[in-house]
T-cell receptor, first 113, second 113 residues
Framework: KNQVEQSPQSLIILEGKNCTLQ??????????LRWYKQDTGRGPVSLTI?????NTKSNGRYTATLDADTKQSSLHITASQLSDSASYIC????????????FGTGTRLTVIP | NAGVTQTPKFRVLKTGQSMTLLCAQD?????MYWYRQDPGMGLRLIHY???????AKGEVPDGYNVSRLKKQNFLLGLESAAPSQTSVYFC????????????FGSGTRLTVV
């Protein structure tokens, strides 16, 4: 069964600190892995997309890593800001003609001053 | 450039009523999708379309119908609403071969009483 599991479910950090979010998946055949940021009441917004051959990708203060052998990914946020408070969703794409995606339940990050 | 626009943003229905959710994209994307997001669960695919005039079932299609008469529009219909359809609905679009990027709308919060 294709699954995407994220940890922790929620996280509270102080402004300026770093944090790392985890994602494990069982989706096969694997196509790509994405991290999305979802603000409360808004749709998900793409942060990074990685294919099988990529093991790291950065977008500003966000750096995603991918280990396709162990089927694990992480999202590292550097020097957190209050605006980073959101849900972060790991999404894994399956190699089908339908661009099929499997979504994790997300990690709720709260950055406090 | 509006991206993906969903209407309405909020709606309350009585059990048994019908309604249509509209999704419009101005990026000339071939693929369009309807997802639902429920507490504690990842986004789940309801229906999708790989081009004008085509539709296909996703993971949770029961109780919903869709139409893609124009490339830029993707409609999601509920013929007889049930309380189990209370959810937040997201539309997304993507362009095949565009680094697998999805653009999401801001969502429709539907409550069925």
């Amino acid at each position: 069964k294709n699954q995407v599991e994220q940890s922790p479910q929620s996280l509270i950090i102080l402004e300026g600190k770093n944090c790392t979010l985890q994602c494990n998946y069982t989706v096969s055949p694997f196509s790509n892995l994405r991290w999305y940021k979802q603000d409360t009441g808004r749709g998900p917004v793409s942060l990074t997309i990685m294919t099988f051959s990529e093991n790291t990708k950065s977008n500003g203060r966000y750096t995603a890593t991918l280990d396709a052998d162990t089927k694990q990914s992480s999202l590292h946020i550097t020097a957190s800001q209050l605006s980073d408070s959101a849900s972060y969703i790991c999404v894994v794409g399956e190699q089908t003609g339908a661009n099929n995606l499997f979504f994790g339940t997300g990690t709720r990050l709260t950055v406090i001053p | 450039n509006a991206g993906v626009t969903q209407t309405p943003k909020f709606r309350v229905l009585k059990t048994g009523q019908s309604m249509t959710l509209l999704c419009a994209q101005d990026m000339n994307h071939e693929y369009m999708y309807w997802y639902r997001q429920d507490p504690g669960m990842g986004l789940r695919l309801i229906h999708y379309s790989v081009g004008e005039g085509t539709t296909a079932k996703g993971e949770v299609p029961d109780g919903y119908n869709v139409s893609r008469l124009k490339k830029q529009n993707f409609l999601l219909g509920l013929e007889s609403a049930a309380p189990s359809q209370t959810s937040v609905y997201f539309c997304a679009s993507s362009s095949w071969g565009n680094n697998y990027g999805y653009t999401f709308g801001s969502g429709t919060r539907l409550t069925v009483v």
